[in-house]
Each structure stands twice: as C-alpha cells, then as structure tokens.
C-alpha cells in the first residue's frame, strides 16, 4: 500500500548552517544537527533569545527548564481560580465540550470565589497552525490576559502556542495523565489528520500547571495507560542523550537534576503503574494513582524537556506519518518507540524482555500488530524509517548514528521478539489495530 503525505521536519536554509558551522565549531555538541535545528525553528519565529543566546556562544552548557508552579491533588480542579488569579484577571479558558461538561462545575465555583470570569471557547481535535491562529483571534478579541488550555495534549498545545503568539501568559489543566504536553515550553503542531509538521519553542514554560487526580481517577484507564507509555520513554531517551553528549529542548546538555527526575520517573511507573491503573478502574485516588500521576505529569515533562528527547520521539512522529496508525494514542506510539530505541541500542536481552512483559501487563503495545501494521509492510516501515531519521530529528540524539536501515531493522524485528517474550510469559497475543477513518 503507498504511504502517502509523509511530512518531515523543516529543512532549514544550508546557507545559514554553513555560517553557524563556521562560527561555532562543527564539532561542539551543541552543534549537532538536532538542537541546531531546534534553535533555529525557534529563532525564525521569535529572534534568538537571550538565554539562547547565551548557550549558542558557550560550550557544554547545561539547562534545565520548568512551569513556575505545579499543583496535584484530589479536586484541585476548584482551585484553579485561586492560582489563576495571581496570573491574570481575564482567563481564556480552552476546552472542547466533553472536557467542559467534566470540569465545569468544580471550576466555575472556584472561579467565582476568586472573582474570576468564566470565558469558554470550544476545540477540535488537535494542534493545528489553524487551531492556534483562532485561539490568538479569540484572546484578542476578548481582551483576555491568560488563556488556559484544558484537556488533551491537544488542547493545552495549541493553547501554549495561542498564548505565546498573543505575548499574554498561559496555564495548563490536564484533565488526564495522558502525555508530557502540560509542563513545557513546546508545542507540537499537528496536521487536520495528525500528522506531525513541527515543534514550536517559546521562550518559558507555563506559569502554572494544575492537575485534578480525582479527575484522572474518573477518566478512561486508556488515558493513563497513553501516559505511562510516554513517560516510560523519558528515561531511555534521557539516558541515551546523556552518553551521546547531546542537547535537550530546554537549550542545554541534561543536568545531573534532570537524568535524576527522569530515573525517578521510571522507577515510579515500574512500582505503582499496575495499582494506579486498578485505583482508575475504580475511580478511586490512591497513593499509586498519585504518585503515577506525577511521574506522566510533571516528571515525564521535566525530563523530556530537560532531559532529553532522542530515537523513541523520533519513531513516535515517523509512525504518525503512517495511516494505519491513526486513532492510536501518543503514549501507544511512544512506546514502540522506546522498544525500538532498545533494539536499536543492544540493551541487554534481560531489560528488553522486561521492557515487553512490563508493557503489555499495562496494555501497551508492543508489536507492529497493534499499531496496524505488519512485519512484511515494508515500504511503510521504510517510511516511517525515513521520517524518524530526517535531518534535525531527536534520534540523532543517539550515542551512535542511526540510519534508516538501522530504524527498519528493529522496528519489523519487534514483532516476532515481543511475539516470544509474551508467549513465554503466559500473556496474550497482540490484537491488530484497525486505523479510524
Ligand atoms: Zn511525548
């Protein structure tokens, strides 16, 4: 089957490489293709900040960036108005009508407390140029001076990026622990029909970010499990971008803090996901759920941004270019992702079987069966191969290069290893996704 409208990232002008090789030293980390990139979609938008600036005239810098304030808690969702108030007094709230139905209640009466208005404007499905555009027509329409995105990854990027191109501040409000969305200072910008087109760099990160785990208790487990499929990546791509010496979003090499949030990011998930998966299947807060929450939330997006992203991410976009994924979650993506980042990095056979049992114990795929596709795709493997290893993407973040040989190679061997490792563990067969249309 043709695999048509890959998109891949930007391929910026060879001129201007030439002239940033040539001051900065082709062989300094920071000037590798990823984060030259990187910069330098952030810089066509907004000019190179300051603190970008700072990093591009020094070597080995290290950063590490994060929202001004976190709140978790069972219905924190009725203090929202209390934060929002010490950040602006006319809040764009942004929410599509599944997630307002949720939140409307407990947030209205929060609002008024703190003496706040209670603006609402609806949201399609993802993050698109279009999106965002509408959203800075509606902050400046409406005089607002906050817009806070609710919701889905979706909704809180295309708010972020809203936001940002309005010059006013902005808050995020998962209403699940579905991705590492909420806490950064990026937004990823998606096509009507999901396919990645770019991340979009702004120059801090939220000013608040605020998460109601009663809230995640009451949603469908699909949206932690998509959570934890995305945080369980932060460590292997932190990891992988701190032997290669490579460089984060946040504009740095990966501080000692950061590869710590990540390890603790892992360590949280592989001790609590199973029990906070049975706590939301009760729609019960637990201390598992809690500290789940936290390790989707706020750690995953720490240590994404300040970590490191590198071949999971990468993988992750190319699979969005293929249609049989489509109506998968990012987390499920992801998570072939980071078994393909495994394989790709010879990790041991024990951490990868691991790595195979763990996942699909949380209902995480784990083989091209379940993203749609099949071993014998090869020109679609071959596509998505290619738009994982395009110029400017995080898998050259990788301690070894990567080719998109070396992408198909591992990506069709996970079918038959993680066929194996299930069946020797007693657990089921994969069941084949069927793209929504
Ligand atoms: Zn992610």
């Given at each position: 089957m043709h695999l048509?409208?890959?998109?891949?990232?930007?391929?910026?002008?060879?001129?201007?490489?030439?002239?940033?090789?040539?001051?900065?030293?082709?062989?300094?980390?920071?000037?590798?293709?990823t984060t030259r990139w990187m910069m330098e979609a952030h810089d066509r938008r907004n000019g190179p900040p300051a603190a970008r600036r700072k990093v591009l005239s020094m070597s080995s810098m290290y950063a590490l960036s994060s929202?001004?304030?976190?709140?978790?808690?069972?219905?924190?969702?009725?203090?929202?108005?209390?934060?929002?108030?010490?950040?602006?007094?006319?809040?764009?709230?942004?929410?599509?009508?599944?997630?307002?139905?949720?939140?409307?209640k407990g947030l209205t009466e929060g609002f008024e407390a703190a003496s706040l208005p209670v603006v609402r404007v609806g949201f399609g499905r993802f993050a698109t140029p279009e999106a965002v555009d509408a959203l800075v027509q509606a902050i400046t329409d409406g005089g607002h001076d906050v817009i806070v995105g609710l919701g889905g990854g979706s909704a809180i990027d295309a708010a972020k990026a809203a936001g940002h191109l309005a010059e006013v501040r902005w808050a995020s409000v998962p209403t699940a622990a579905s991705s590492d969305a909420p806490t950064s200072a990026l937004s990823v910008i998606y096509t009507e029909e999901g396919e990645f087109i770019e991340y979009r760099f702004f120059p801090h990160n939220p000013?608040?970010?605020?998460?109601?785990?009663?809230?995640?208790?009451?949603?469908?487990?699909?949206?932690?499990?998509?959570?934890?499929?995305?945080?369980?990546?932060?460590?292997?791509?932190?990891r992988a971008t701190d032997r290669g010496q490579g460089l984060t979003m946040a504009g740095g090499r990966p501080t000692k803090s950061a590869l710590a949030l990540a390890r603790l990011c892992w360590d949280l998930l592989w001790e609590n996901s199973l029990t906070a998966l049975d706590a939301v299947r009760s729609k019960q807060v637990t201390p598992a759920l809690e500290a789940v929450v936290e390790a989707n939330t706020l750690l995953s997006g720490l240590g994404f941004e300040s970590g490191g992203l590198a071949a999971a991410?990468?993988?992750?976009?190319?699979?969005?270019?293929?249609?049989?994924?489509?109506?998968?979650?990012h987390g499920q993506k992801v998570n072939i992702g980071s078994l393909t980042q495994l394989v790709l990095e010879g990790a041991p056979t024990q951490e990868i079987e691991d790595f195979i049992?763990?996942?699909?114990?949380?209902?995480?795929?784990?083989?091209?069966?379940?993203i749609g596709l099949t071993?014998?795709?090869?020109?679609?493997?071959?596509?998505?191969?290619?738009?994982?290893?395009?110029?400017?993407?995080?898998?050259?973040?990788?301690?070894?290069?990567?080719?998109?040989?070396?992408?198909?190679?591992?990506l069709t061997s996970i079918e038959q290893l993680s066929r194996r490792v299930r069946a020797e563990h007693g657990l089921p067969e994969p069941v084949k996704h069927i793209a929504e249309h």
């Amino acid at each position: 089957m043709h695999l048509g409208g890959i998109r891949t990232a930007p391929h910026r002008s060879r001129s201007r490489c030439v002239a940033r090789s040539g001051q900065l030293g082709a062989e300094r980390p920071w000037n590798r293709p990823t984060t030259r990139w990187m910069m330098e979609a952030h810089d066509r938008r907004n000019g190179p900040p300051a603190a970008r600036r700072k990093v591009l005239s020094m070597s080995s810098m290290y950063a590490l960036s994060s929202p001004a304030h976190y709140v978790q808690g069972k219905n924190a969702i009725a203090e929202l108005g209390k934060h929002l108030s010490a950040i602006g007094t006319k809040p764009l709230l942004v929410a599509d009508d599944v997630v307002w139905g949720i939140v409307e209640k407990g947030l209205t009466e929060g609002f008024e407390a703190a003496s706040l208005p209670v603006v609402r404007v609806g949201f399609g499905r993802f993050a698109t140029p279009e999106a965002v555009d509408a959203l800075v027509q509606a902050i400046t329409d409406g005089g607002h001076d906050v817009i806070v995105g609710l919701g889905g990854g979706s909704a809180i990027d295309a708010a972020k990026a809203a936001g940002h191109l309005a010059e006013v501040r902005w808050a995020s409000v998962p209403t699940a622990a579905s991705s590492d969305a909420p806490t950064s200072a990026l937004s990823v910008i998606y096509t009507e029909e999901g396919e990645f087109i770019e991340y979009r760099f702004f120059p801090h990160n939220p000013d608040l970010v605020l998460i109601d785990t009663q809230l995640v208790a009451e949603a469908p487990d699909k949206f932690l499990q998509a959570g934890i499929g995305d945080a369980l990546a932060t460590y292997l791509e932190a990891r992988a971008t701190d032997r290669g010496q490579g460089l984060t979003m946040a504009g740095g090499r990966p501080t000692k803090s950061a590869l710590a949030l990540a390890r603790l990011c892992w360590d949280l998930l592989w001790e609590n996901s199973l029990t906070a998966l049975d706590a939301v299947r009760s729609k019960q807060v637990t201390p598992a759920l809690e500290a789940v929450v936290e390790a989707n939330t706020l750690l995953s997006g720490l240590g994404f941004e300040s970590g490191g992203l590198a071949a999971a991410h990468a993988i992750h976009n190319g699979l969005t270019a293929a249609p049989q994924t489509h109506g998968l979650t990012h987390g499920q993506k992801v998570n072939i992702g980071s078994l393909t980042q495994l394989v790709l990095e010879g990790a041991p056979t024990q951490e990868i079987e691991d790595f195979i049992v763990f996942t699909t114990r949380v209902g995480l795929p784990n083989t091209l069966t379940e993203i749609g596709l099949t071993a014998e795709d090869t020109a679609e493997l071959r596509a998505v191969a290619e738009a994982a290893t395009v110029e400017g993407e995080t898998i050259h973040n990788m301690p070894f290069p990567v080719t998109a040989e070396d992408v198909v190679a591992a990506l069709t061997s996970i079918e038959q290893l993680s066929r194996r490792v299930r069946a020797e563990h007693g657990l089921p067969e994969p069941v084949k996704h069927i793209a929504e249309h």
